[in-house]
């Protein structure tokens, strides 16, 4: 009979893990069809289904009673008796999961489950017959209900009724069905987690369908759920505002807002943390008992007291886990909630700024670092009351097993190694300050580089820039090394510290003769264990709170941040005709500004402008046009004086062209509907027909960030449209004219201003001083004050008026022209529809198929193993690596042979003396401290090595790449690789990866532990490995793509805020603040829900590995329990107990590192994207280097250049052949788009040329290094660059000028005055981008910058577009008597400034048309270079 029993029992246990495979497999296989409602479904098959269930139940009850009631009376208890009652258990549960999964879907009940039923059915009805048969003779009814058959006879009939499962058919959906149960799932997917059962929610299985789909394709956005309302940025940041509201605090008001905000959230969190943290210290209590049973001490040492010990164990275990899961990810989910509100809260506030506030860089730094860190917090701030509960929990477990004063030296001893933790977590903290810092300082560096990548490679700065890089990164290393050393002092203490505590606590056991037994030796080291975790928590949990409190004070004073014109309100339409009404006032940029005595603008008299009036703006460059604009509308801080008024809605075009990212038509429209008369209207106005016939997509070209691939002139257009499209009351046009050409300039003016905008109130301001005519009101500005205002007329028949002093400097710019023919003018008049040509191609023009706003370069698939190799022999080539791994194996074996040392010697008293005992566990313990710490200190040794190899890489092939690169590749990518991946490179992935080797040593160890008692166990372990491996890799390629796009996901956030906040003044204008929230809180959505389910797919794996490393322990508990005691030994089993509590959390620890470091490595993985990006040509060519003093005459020769910026795409110069002699003066001049640009563009090689080659004095450019070229060519680019820093700085960023030199240059450029107003003179700030610079400024700076550097060969790329005449004049004047003996080639819109060259090359469709001297082509009234004069003389002349 025991044989027999043994084969059932073993059949049993088959059944048991087959229906708990089933029970795992069709988990992971479960879609969003489990949410569907049975109501769609016939309820005949659920009737016979709720039946089944209960027969279930019942045998189930049934078979349990008999099992307690063999074991209570006859002390019985078979291996069959057990396996078949825990078996049925698992049945009926399958059964009722079935029940409400597949059942309802109208399908059977699994295979497995109906194979039980009828197994259990034939062996029931067997083993009653063959009771019948034993028992023929005597039998009667009453020997069916015997104690011993009174179950199989009940059993039969209910089995009888669960085998008929087998004859139940599944049922097919009708189509009606089927429409219903797709618009039901279609419905629900919409909020999958917030419709998800409990059971679901606490085992994740809400997660399934995103697996399912990660596994057939790559995940897309649209594949990934939304986040909870809750999580939405919208609810998120209405709920924290409503907060804000009520808080009416002085102090600390947006920390208690938040609380209140989340408190519901928070508290059923903090409640999971408890329950956490008390099924945690279960263990160490019962590991006494537990150790007792096995050595025979206890009182009960019955295998049901040993069971039932188990059981708790296991039941404890998996309360743990379960909530640590759910406590985890519930703080992910509020992370997430908070996150989102303060962006928007952020985000708002940025918007409603005006130009006082804050700076772009300090927003970008609250969203980057302040909001994530708060976000990071709601991780932490359970660890503020959990820690001394933890402390607490231990001391009363030690006193318990120990007695008093044990526990006070244990109390002592925790408490010394927290303040001795303390002030190196202190120093870890203000290191990693001083590493902010410093990556601060790069992080600026490298934005202001990439921003001006083009022109620092264009005036060969790049080498300089980039050695600047590497010294902030050299001190940023510096930070970082002596940072990661604390890291070690703090990890070694970590580590030894179960070990010291558990030496002082030891000896006072010893001390005061407290007998130390086996069982309590063991119940106190598991205590120590887990007494690391509050002694490493303290000082990061006080770090984080410090960190926090900085962060959330950034941010409440930033939202409480005054707007200096927040009383500025827009007046709605009045009956009167006033347009805009201006009062005496002062408005100043800087209200603190303690530099400037004198306020920006000076407002000395009372101005009202009526409705439908234009109204120009002239002056100088600096007189404050730009700044008057800004005046009227709000923008600049009110000092004194009355407010400006303006009556309706307003419309803004800023000098400085904003563009949004998106398309033209989203550019132009700005949230508003579309009316197609009206906007086809507009396109002609703003001269935008042909622009948009010639882009490939037309008005659905998509626009780079900061509309790259858009040339100065469209941008200037497109913002245009989108003030015309407005149809708003008035128009504020700052210089609308200077970026494109006289012939563009004249269509403007004239379709747009005169005849769209016919019947509004125009403000505009010009240099232009041809378009000061046809307005009704002038306003001549100079030093900040309205100077004269008046009509044209009266202003210019004034001699001595500012006005005809500069029309005087424009009429000798008009003079410079030669009119070639009295009747010139009329003779080019029938031409002058077919002359205003507003094409404007540009490299996405010609390039009709090439899409440059490509969306960031991801890689698919696994991380290959070739970036795990090459970040691991990055340092050293490897070498360490194996030392590492030593030391943590000899460190583990030598804390397991301590431990199991003082097992031994406690289990027998008198086995050894005391001195021996503390003796040999001291020494095994110091041996192991030392292992640990050479481990720690040489981790990170190679950490910092690998840091610095992969970021000199980066930043190598970075600095190499062509200026192509730059143009189709937003900064923000690149800042995204420079900041975040890097700090996640500096600081993260090599502890990530070298703990989860470390956890993995740990994990065998114990499991190699484990079998040395219990060589059974290794099966179940590889068992459970397999199903690990096998969760993993189903996990790893959903979480891999999870990962990446949740790093793909941040930067658009980033960009948007940048963006918006670089043209608020123009949001706000148009009154799109909700229109751009809208946008920001959807990608802000799309962030979270990437986030959210990123964090839950983690914690999908964990609840599921830690259930199967459970079971692990609970069978060797069960096995330990079950064999003979004489079998065994008694201190190796305590021990694996022992050991055993830590196996859930070292294998989620395992889990958690397994899932992070493929994640993390991605950011790895990014960067080796960009160390192996294509490089532009060398530098230096050491064969071929020119000499030093080349070029000396200047002479350029162009033999049949083609230029084509992608081998794909057509010629954009076609066989340009010319020679532009030595020391002349050269014009470009040519419709925009004609090639100009990318004429000056081969000059310096920015494009390689197709066919053909450029020779100056006799080099063939092509053949010599890029820095040879580069730093013997001067450039002015069209579009003026400042650096962040002082004016000395800008001028001269190599340092190799003295002071005399920079004020001589400052002087011819018209710019000494300007930087003398300042006392701090040459070291006078020069803000980001030169904002605190007008534009026209900042274009003299350039010129004073080219004319320092004293080269050769000049070009002059459109320098002087937003200058005045006069100062043009000037300028012209300087460059003429500091050029003479250079070769100097002018790219320029205006006449005047080409028309004194000594030749003009006119370009036409990168062909040439003419080139010759200026005087023989304008003798020819049909060539094209004198229909732009004849253009320009006709416009010129009205005045």
Request: hydrophobic share 45%; net charge neutral.
């Amino acid at each position: 009979m025991d044989a027999l029993d043994s084969v059932l029992g073993m059949a049993n246990v088959a059944f048991f893990y087959a229906i708990l495979i089933w029970l795992l497999l069709h988990s992971l296989r479960q879609t969003t069809r489990a949410h569907v409602r049975a109501v769609h479904f016939k309820p005949g098959p659920m009737v016979f289904a709720v039946v089944t269930v209960l027969a279930s139940v019942i045998v189930s009850v049934m078979n349990i009673a008999l099992a307690y009631y063999q074991f209570s009376s006859k002390r019985i208890l078979g291996y069959g008796s057990v396996s078949l009652p825990l078996t049925w258990v698992l049945a009926t549960m399958v059964s009722f999961y079935s029940m409400r999964t597949r059942v309802r879907e109208n399908k059977r009940f699994p295979l497995v489950l109906i194979l039980w039923w009828v197994f259990a059915c034939v062996i029931d009805a067997l083993s009653l017959c063959m009771k019948m048969v034993k028992d023929f003779e005597s039998m009667s009814f009453w020997v069916f209900l015997s104690e011993d058959n009174v179950v199989d006879a009940v059993s039969l009939p209910l089995l009888i009724l669960l085998c008929f499962n087998v004859c139940t058919r599944e049922h097919s959906h009708t189509e009606q069905e089927q429409l219903l149960l797709q618009k039901e799932v279609e419905r629900e997917e919409e909020e999958v987690y917030t419709n998800a059962s409990t059971w679901s929610k606490l085992t994740f299985r809400w997660l399934n369908p995103v697996f399912d789909t990660g596994r057939v394709k790559k995940l897309e956005l649209a594949d990934i759920p939304p986040v909870p309302h809750s999580e939405t940025a919208e609810s998120a940041s209405s709920v924290l505002e409503e907060s804000l509201r009520r808080q009416k605090l002085e102090g600390g008001y947006l920390t208690w807002a938040i609380a209140h905000s989340i408190r519901k959230s928070m508290a059923l969190n903090a409640v999971l943390a408890g329950v956490n943290t008390g099924a945690s210290y279960i263990g160490p209590v019962l590991i006494t008992q537990f150790v007792n049973f096995l050595m025979g001490h206890d009182g009960d040492s019955s295998i049901q007291y040993g069971m039932l010990l188990a059981f708790i164990f296991f039941l404890s275990k998996t309360l743990e886990s379960l909530s640590q899961r759910q406590w985890y990810f519930g703080a992910q989910r509020i992370g997430i909630r908070v996150r989102a509100a303060l962006m928007s809260l952020v985000y708002s506030k940025s918007l409603s700024m005006k130009c006082a506030g804050s700076t772009q860089g300090k927003i970008i730094n609250l969203i980057n670092v302040d909001i994530e860190r708060i976000g990071d917090f709601c991780w932490f701030i359970h660890g503020v009351w959990l820690l001394p509960v933890q402390v607490i929990l231990a001391l009363l477990i030690l006193y318990i097993n120990l007695g008093y004063i044990p526990s006070i030296a244990a109390l002592v001893v925790t408490m010394l190694v927290m303040v001795c933790n303390t002030p190196l977590a202190n120093k870890q903290g203000d290191l990693h300050s001083k590493i902010m810092e410093s990556k601060d300082a790069r992080i600026k560096v490298t934005s202001e580089t990439m921003k001006n990548i083009r022109i620092l490679k264009l005036h060969s700065w790049e080498n300089t820039f980039f050695h600047k890089l590497l010294q902030l990164r050299e001190s940023e290393r510096k930070w970082l090394q002596k940072y990661l050393y604390t890291c070690s002092a703090i990890a070694t203490l970590f580590w030894t510290s179960p070990t010291l505590v558990s030496v002082v606590t030891f000896g006072a056991c010893i001390l005061v003769k407290t007998e130390l037994t086996a069982a309590t030796v063991l119940s106190a080291l598991a205590t120590f264990r887990i007494l690391q975790e509050p002694i490493y928590n303290l000082p990061e949990l006080i770090s984080q709170i410090i960190q926090t409190k900085v962060s959330l004070d950034r941010i409440q004073e930033f939202i409480k941040e005054e707007d200096p014109n927040q009383f500025i309100k827009r007046h709605t339409p009045k009956i009167s005709a006033v347009a805009i009404e201006i009062k005496p006032g002062e408005y100043a940029w800087e209200l603190n500004d303690q530099t400037h005595e004198k306020p920006t603008i000076q407002i000395t008299g009372k101005l009202v402008i009526k409705k439908g009036q234009k109204v120009a703006v002239c002056g100088s460059v600096g007189s404050g046009k730009s700044s008057l604009l800004c005046c009227m509308l709000g923008e600049i801080s009110l000092v004194s004086g009355a407010v400006t008024k303006v009556y309706g809605t307003r419309s803004y075009v800023p000098q400085s062209p904003w563009i949004q990212s998106g398309t033209v038509r989203d550019n132009i429209l700005f949230g508003k509907q579309m009316n197609k008369d009206f906007y086809e209207a507009v396109l002609d106005g703003c001269a935008l027909n042909q622009d948009i016939s010639i882009w490939g997509d037309g008005d659905l070209t998509l626009v780079e960030e900061r509309g790259i691939n858009l040339s100065g002139g469209q941008k200037q257009r497109i913002q245009l449209a989108r003030a015309v499209y407005n149809d708003s009351d008035v128009y504020f046009l700052d210089d609308p004219f200077s970026a494109v050409d006289a012939h563009t300039g004249t269509h403007l003016f004239k379709k747009c201003l005169m005849k769209l905008l016919y019947d509004k109130t125009v403000v505009y301001a010009t240099h232009q001083l041809e378009f000061l005519e046809a307005a009704d009101l002038v306003l001549v500005m100079k030093d900040g004050r309205i100077v004269e205002s008046g009509r044209y007329k009266d202003l210019i028949a004034c001699p001595n008026c500012e006005l005809v002093q500069q029309m005087a400097a424009h009429q000798d710019a008009v003079n410079q022209i030669n009119p070639c023919q009295e009747d010139e003018s009329a003779s080019c008049r029938p031409c002058q529809k077919n002359q205003i040509e507003v094409a404007e191609e540009t490299i996405q023009e010609i390039n009709d198929d090439w899409s440059r706003n490509k969306e960031e370069e991801a890689e698919m698939g696994r991380v290959k193993w070739s970036v795990y190799s090459t970040f691991v022999t990055s340092a050293y080539k490897g070498a360490l690596v194996p030392v590492i791994l030593l030391c943590q194996v000899f460190f583990q074996a030598l804390q397991m042979g301590s431990n199991y040392w003082m097992s031994w010697a406690t289990e027998q008293r008198g086995r050894v003396n005391n001195k021996q005992l503390m003796g040999i566990f001291v020494l095994l313990s110091c041996g192991g401290t030392i292992f640990i710490l050479g481990r720690t200190i040489l981790m990170s040794v190679v950490a910092v090595e690998t840091a610095q190899r992969l970021f000199h890489g980066m930043i190598t092939s970075i600095f190499r790449a062509p200026i192509s690169f730059f143009d189709t590749t937003p900064s923000s990518r690149i800042m995204s690789r420079s900041s975040t991946d890097q700090s996640t490179v500096d600081t993260d992935i090599p502890y990530r990866l070298a703990g989860l080797v470390f956890a993995l040593i740990q994990l065998l160890s114990i499991i190699v532990l484990m079998s040395q008692v219990a060589w059974q166990i290794m099966l179940v372990f590889l068992v459970v490995l397999a199903i690990s491996i096998w969760y993993q890799a189903y996990y790893i390629t959903t979480a891999r793509e999870l990962a990446r796009m949740v790093g793909i996901r941040k930067a658009p956030i980033l960009h948007h805020f940048s963006e918006s906040i670089a043209g608020a003044a123009t949001i706000r204008c148009f009154n799109q603040e909700q229109l751009f929230l809208t946008k920001v809180e959807a990608l802000i959505d799309d962030y979270s829900r990437v986030a959210f389910h990123n964090f839950g797919t983690m914690e999908w794996l964990s609840v599921r590995i830690n259930f199967l490393f459970n079971l692990i322990f609970y069978f060797v508990l069960v096995i330990l329990v079950t064999l003979p005691k004489s079998t065994i030994d008694a201190s190796l089993a305590g021990l694996v107990a022992t050991y055993g509590l830590n196996l859930n959390v070292l294998q989620a620890w395992v889990i958690w590192n397994l899932c992070n470091v493929e994640n993390k490595m991605i950011s790895v993985e990014r960067i080796l994207q960009f160390c192996r990006l294509p490089s532009e040509a060398p530098l230096i060519i050491q064969d071929c280097r020119p000499e030093p003093l080349w070029p000396k005459e200047g002479k350029i020769e162009l033999h049949n250049l083609h230029i084509r910026y992608d081998p794909a795409a057509p010629m954009v110069l076609k066989g340009v052949t010319c020679v532009f002699p030595g020391q002349k003066k050269i014009g470009i001049v040519g419709r925009t788009g004609s090639g100009k640009s990318t004429l000056v563009q081969a000059l310096f090689r920015v494009v390689e040329s197709s066919e053909g080659c450029i020779v100056i004095d006799g080099v063939d450019i092509s053949k010599i290094g890029l820095q040879d070229l580069r730093s013997k060519l001067g450039i002015i680019p069209q579009d003026p660059t400042l650096f962040l820093g002082t004016v000395r700085t800008n001028l001269d960023p190599l340092e190799e000028h003295a002071d005399q030199e920079l004020w001589e240059v400052l002087r011819k450029c018209n710019l000494a005055e300007i930087v003398r107003r300042d006392p701090r003179l040459l070291d006078a700030p020069v803000a980001e981008n030169g904002e605190n610079w007008s534009v026209g400024q900042r274009q003299l700076v350039c010129l004073a910058r080219l004319l320092l550097k004293k080269r050769r060969i000049l070009v002059l790329d459109e320098a002087t577009a937003s200058i005045d005449t006069a100062t043009d004049n000037l300028i012209q004047k300087t460059i003429r008597e500091e050029t003479s003996g250079c070769t100097v080639i002018t790219v320029a819109h205006r006449i005047p400034t080409v028309i004194d060259n000594d030749l003009v090359l006119v370009l036409d469709e990168g062909t040439i048309v003419e080139y010759d001297q200026p005087a023989q082509l304008l003798q020819n009234n049909s060539s094209s270079f004198s229909k732009l004069v004849s253009e320009f003389l006709r416009r010129s002349t009205k005045t």
